[in-house]
């Protein structure tokens, strides 16, 4: 099992402003809350916050349902998702974890959803990763292609990248190492299915890091997530006014007509700071997969925005 560091890489620094975007051809856009400011790469100590996280899923920041009776926090998130799910009869799963209180709060997490563009991520982790058992760092050309599949989802660069590092062979390698449970490479990237769960588990890795991921090339993947165009600007960090986020959203219309929405990343605002993961399928149209994610991705920054107030007001 890989070993996890205990501090996180990076702290974000952003800003947000609403900006309207213009539809495209493969990757549609939506409207835009916000653009993010430049990162700043900078290390800081929060070892016990983060002391018990596991990527494997066995503690927290895992994604996996905890054996213990669940928090109050968990109960209010689960009850504000079953609320939300009553109300508007979609299809969507959530997962988040808190540093804060190491804990991670799942909703319908192990329901399987297709990929689309998130898996993005995962490509440019396995890049990483073979980069650091060749001791070397990214050349210009991959860190091109990861610039363009993070920055602006450009699948013709995807497609360039996944057969430079390997295809499904390397990518399954990399969800081994993370422990993924429900997540399995094919040939066409993007169609296999995936879970919030497993999906977390992904985030936690390129904020939190692990021994065989070289950090300075981690911290290349967080900026790319931090700085996505105005068109890829939607989705978790919805709520937010004034966050840093860093993010890969995906969507997907399947055999059907309908389109599964996803959306990942990290958020930090004020003393507010989570991984979260949200995915949708079954919307007529991808807008709806937009406005269903937001929304859902609104509620949990509320519950947390509520959770680090009153975090803050117990502790004076």
Do not use: C
């Amino acid at each position: 099992m890989p070993s996890i560091k205990r501090r996180p890489i990076f702290a974000l620094v952003g800003s947000a402003a609403a900006i309207l975007l213009a539809a495209q051809t493969v990757d549609v856009a939506v409207d835009s809350r916000a653009g993010n400011e430049d990162l700043q790469a900078q290390a800081l100590s929060r070892a016990s916050q983060v002391e018990n996280l596991r990527i494997s899923g066995q503690a927290g920041g895992g994604a996996d349902a905890k054996a213990s009776e669940p928090s109050l926090d968990e109960q209010q998130f689960s009850v504000a998702m079953d609320e939300y799910a009553a109300a508007t009869g979609k299809t969507f799963s959530a997962a988040v974890y808190d540093p804060a209180t190491d804990e991670t709060w799942t909703y319908n997490a192990r329901q399987g959803y297709m990929e689309a563009s998130i898996v993005k991520v995962s490509m440019v982790l396995t890049l990483i990763r073979e980069a650091t058992e060749e001791g070397r760092g990214l050349t210009s050309d991959e860190m091109d292609l990861s610039a363009r599949m993070i920055q602006s989802s450009d699948n013709d660069a995807t497609n360039e990248l996944y057969r430079h590092i390997g295809g499904a062979e390397a990518l399954q390698e990399t969800y081994d190492l993370l422990a993924l449970t429900s997540t399995e490479a094919g040939p066409l990237w993007g169609a296999s299915t995936t879970t919030a769960a497993d999906q977390l588990k992904i985030v936690n890795a390129v904020i939190y890091g692990t021994d065989w991921l070289n950090e300075d090339q981690l911290a290349y993947l967080q900026k790319l997530m931090n700085r996505v165009e105005a068109s890829q600007y939607w989705g978790v960090p919805s709520g937010t006014t004034h966050a840093s986020v860093a993010l890969k959203n995906g969507w997907l219309q399947d055999d059907d007509g309908k389109w599964d929405v996803n959306s990942i990343g990290y958020v930090s605002e004020d003393s507010t700071e989570y991984g979260i993961t949200v995915l949708s399928s079954g919307n007529p149209e991808m807008e709806d997969g937009v406005s269903l994610i937001e929304d859902v991705a609104g509620i949990i920054h509320e519950l947390e925005r509520s959770d680090a107030a009153q975090g803050s007001a117990g502790s004076n």
